[in-house]
């Protein structure tokens, strides 16, 4: 249903060095328990504060609320309301549209800022999706003054329309979110700021139905989230297509992981590719390259494995039952010698008749 949490876990961080100020805006249209209109507000990618339709008032995720509550209360009027607004209405808009006016709709938005390493203001972005469906988007260069925008669902605007907008995002939505990404950049610098390096795990796994192989590269415990990771045959990269993974997911420590992994056919371990992990992170000086050796795993490996445990276990199997049978045995022997001692007759057991 949320179609723009993908794009929020990719875009919170904008580029290596760079800090992003993102709000993920949803408008819910038709009754459920959860508030009309609610927003959650992200610092690269540290969620920083929660705000909705039941209370209208900023809420803090961490555990102190900011010094400057009264103004950040202000500028939420002056965007979140204004974003209430235009959401609920554009929603009413595209129900119409797309002739979708019964049951729920979903409308979402997200929307941010960021600020580049040398605190040069970057570019503004906005993207709205309607029930799961991505529908326009927004992109303003805050440097060249520049407005770009992509509306395949809705009829283009004048140029009193763009003019307005642009006056809006240069005069009131920028200034806001640049202001609010340095103060909480300030506060939460020891969290967003940390710098984690990768550790590096190499997986390989046999596959019994096609006697091919399954190799992984995991990285995991980095931050920040970027992180550049390949896997390479003979030299050359491998298709994403041909790749099984590739997101980048939270830890619970509020690290994160990546793992890409590629089938090998039984045929192509024939051909012995020589394959490899390469990784760039901003915490290591250099990028890291990883050779697997697959040719221990090659075609036959796992039957071979399979055979020489099985003999073992069959082996193992033999010696216990036959230690088993031997301590009954003896056990037998020894219940024998017991017996004929407690009934043979001794000097004072034995009465002599008359």
Same mark, same amino acid.
């Given at each position: !249903?949320? +179609?723009l949490?993908?794009?929020?876990?990719?875009?919170?961080?904008? $580029?290596?060095?760079?800090?992003?100020?993102?709000?993920?805006?949803?408008?819910?249209?038709?009754?459920?328990?959860?508030?009309?209109?609610? #927003?959650?507000?992200?610092?690269?990618?540290? %969620?920083?504060?929660?705000?909705?339709?039941?209370?209208?008032?900023?809420? @803090?995720? $961490?555990?102190?609320?900011?010094?400057?509550?009264e103004?950040?209360?202000?500028?939420?009027?002056?965007?979140?309301?204004?974003?209430?607004? $235009?959401m *609920?209405?554009?929603a009413?808009?595209?129900?119409?549209?797309?002739?979708?006016?019964?049951?729920?709709?979903?409308h979402?938005?997200?929307?941010g800022?960021?600020?580049?390493?040398?605190d040069?203001?970057?570019l503004?972005?906005?993207?709205?999706?309607?029930?799961? %469906?991505? !529908?326009?988007?927004?992109?303003?260069?805050?440097?060249?003054?520049d407005?770009?925008?992509?509306?395949?669902?809705?009829?283009?605007?004048? =140029?009193?329309k763009?003019?307005?907008?642009?006056?809006? @995002?240069?005069?009131? @939505?920028?200034?806001?979110?640049? *202001?609010?990404?340095?103060?909480?950049?300030?506060?939460?610098?020891?969290?967003?700021?940390?710098?984690?390096?990768? *550790?590096?795990?190499?997986?390989?796994?046999?596959?019994?139905?096609?006697?091919?192989? %399954?190799?992984?590269?995991?990285?995991?415990?980095f931050?920040? *989230?970027?992180?550049?990771?390949?896997?390479?045959?003979?030299? %050359?990269? #491998?298709?994403?297509?041909?790749?099984?993974g590739?997101?980048?997911?939270?830890?619970g420590?509020?690290?994160?992981? !990546?793992?890409? /992994?590629?089938?090998?056919?039984?045929?192509?371990?024939?051909?012995?590719?020589?394959?490899?992990?390469?990784?760039?992170?901003?915490?290591?000086?250099?990028k890291?390259?990883?050779?697997?050796?697959?040719?221990? $795993?090659?075609?036959?490996?796992?039957?071979?494995s !399979?055979?020489?445990?099985v003999?073992?276990?069959?082996?193992?199997?033999?010696?216990?039952?036959?230690?088993?049978?031997?301590?009954?045995?003896?056990?037998?022997?020894?219940g024998?010698?017991?017996?004929?001692?407690k009934?043979?007759?001794? /000097?004072? /057991? +034995? =009465?002599?008749?008359?």
């Open positions: !249903m949320f +179609v949490v993908y794009q929020l876990s990719c875009l919170t961080v904008v $580029s290596s060095g760079s800090h992003s100020l993102m709000a993920l805006a949803t408008y819910i249209d038709g009754q459920t328990p959860f508030p009309e209109f609610s #927003v959650v507000l992200m610092l690269d990618d540290l %969620q920083i504060v929660y705000y909705d339709s039941t209370t209208w008032k900023v809420a @803090y995720r $961490s555990l102190s609320e900011s010094k400057y509550y103004e950040e209360q202000r500028d939420v009027g002056a965007v979140f309301d204004d974003m209430f607004s $235009s *609920r209405n554009r009413f808009y595209l129900k119409n549209h797309l002739n979708r006016t019964d049951g729920i709709h979903i979402q938005r997200l929307a800022c960021e600020m580049l390493e040398n040069k203001p970057g503004m972005k906005t993207w709205d999706a309607f029930d799961g %469906q991505n !529908m326009e988007e927004y992109t303003i260069d805050m440097e060249k003054k407005i770009h925008i992509k509306k395949p669902w809705i009829t283009t605007w004048n =140029q009193v763009k003019l307005h907008v642009k006056f809006l @995002y240069e005069n009131v @939505y920028h200034p806001v979110c640049i *202001r609010t990404l340095k103060r909480y950049l300030n506060m939460e610098k020891n969290n967003v700021m940390k710098k984690v390096k990768p *550790r590096v795990r190499l997986i390989r796994k046999t596959l019994i139905d096609s006697q091919g192989l %399954q190799i992984s590269c995991l990285a995991t415990g931050y920040p *989230r970027h992180i550049n990771l390949t896997l390479f045959r003979d030299g %050359q990269p #491998v298709d994403d297509d041909q790749t099984i590739g997101e980048i997911l939270p830890n420590d509020g690290t994160y992981q !990546m793992r890409k /992994s590629l089938v090998i056919s039984e045929e192509e371990l024939r051909e012995g590719h020589k394959y490899n992990c390469s990784m760039k992170h901003l915490n290591l000086d250099n890291l390259d990883i050779t697997f050796d697959v040719a221990e $795993s090659g075609p036959g490996s796992f039957s071979h !399979m055979v020489f445990s003999l073992v276990f069959l082996c193992v199997a033999v010696l216990i039952t036959a230690l088993i049978i031997w301590r009954k045995r003896c056990a037998a022997g020894q024998s010698d017991d017996l004929r001692s009934y043979s007759p001794t /000097s004072s /057991s +034995v =009465q002599d008749e008359t």
